[in-house]
């Protein structure tokens, strides 16, 4: 690796990978540290040929076309500015290599996504009888949690494998690779990322409620796997004892997770249940029992009057509370 003390500072080359027999994307970081970077050069040789193009300072990537099939290269990136530039390391990439190209994913349900891709075979006249692939993903966001550290790697003969067992509305980064006859893997394809589909969201979480005469408050937590974008919570309840059908109530998921039924029947006791939808529909319901309070379970209300006196000599202020009488004289002279 390039030894750089200098001005602009050192980009850190991610990726040089070959799309085509005469392509490649390369990828960076931008440095973190030095003045302030004006552009990229990225430099790239066949050992004979120095070749170098230049990219603007807001970009990270860039493809370069038009390479010489079955050639080997070396690649590395300048960070420049107004005074010094700083070089990253050089990568190496071999144009005999056997590749998967052209790689497209896509989702057939909340759990499974389908690849495809193209084999673009060596520059060498052998014929690979036994060649594999390896297809390896990796679920790097998830669009309603936090994110989910799932890996995964599947060996197939032909240039299509199905993907399963995926987490939900989540999107994964998949790659490709041939993997000879002796069990050498060749460079990994570029990365291609999809998102599986939504499905009904899990169970809510932490339900409680707030118990009151002839209301009850509840609250809760949004699913743990809500699987898909919450479009909306659903609060049914009846009396325990009852069985008549429960009594439905939609509350939006943009607007709050909590509701108040009112006009409840004193001193009963409720079954509430939440449930949350996800477009594809709704998840297992969340269920808690609760009771209102009775009248004479609620303790007598504080009765407080404030009487205020005002004379030539002093100010009386008297507070009376259950029947007690309290007074404080303040004397002004």
Known sequence: MTQCLLVAGCPDLLLVVQTSATSVIVEWSQPSGGATVTGYVVHYSDGVNNMTERVPASFTSHSITNLTRCSDYTFSVEAASEHISGLSRTVELSGTSELSVNVTAEAVSSTVISVQWDHL???SPVSHLSVKFSV???AVFSAVSEVINQTGELIVTSTEAMLTGLTPYTNYSITVA???EMGNVGPYSYPTTNRTLEDVPGPVGAVTASPSLSQVTLTWEPPLMPNGIIIAYEVSYRQ????EPETRVNSSALATNFTTESNLEEATEFIF???AYTRV???NASSLTVATLAADSIPTLIKTAAIFGIGSGAALIGIITFGISIACIVFKR
Request: with cysteine.
């Open 121 to 123: 075979r060596a520059c």
């Open 240 to 243: 325990t004892a009852s069985s």
């Open 178 to 180: 041939v993997v000879n």
């Open 136 to 138: 390896k993903y990796t």
């Open 281 to 283: 529909g709704p998840g």
């Open 273 to 275: 249940s939440v449930r």
